[in-house]
């Protein structure tokens, strides 16, 4: 789980940083609002996960829920471990210009 996770992860950030960077007038991003964006699109995660498994199974006992939960908690301690990684990269990426 951990292995595909951070493969996902890795592979959706550089797809997210392709897209934003593709050089069209009026659609290519600046390398401030790249990071931005890629930091900023999957951060709803948790919150929004979390919701929907309360609201779908609701009626269940709290223990299946705290079940259900735990996959999508460690994606979101393995996102931040992973972002903080990513800083290190970014911040270089963004002050070389």
């Avoid at 960077?21 to 609002?33: A, C, G, L, T, V």
């Avoid at 929907?52 to 996959?71: C, E, G, K, R, T």
Wanted: net charge negative; glycine share 4%; charged share 15%.
């Amino acid at each position: 789980l951990l292995i595909i996770s951070t493969g996902l992860y890795v592979i959706s950030s550089f797809l997210i940083m392709l897209t934003v960077r593709i050089p069209i007038d009026h659609w290519k991003f600046s390398r401030e609002d790249t990071v931005a964006i890629m930091f900023c699109g999957p951060s709803k995660s948790l919150v929004i996960g979390l919701s929907l498994i309360n609201m779908i199974y609701s009626d269940q006992d709290a223990n299946f829920i705290s079940l259900l939960s735990l996959p999508l908690i460690i994606y979101y301690i393995q996102q931040s471990i992973l972002g903080a990684i990513e800083v290190l990269f970014l911040k270089r990426w963004v002050t070389t210009e």
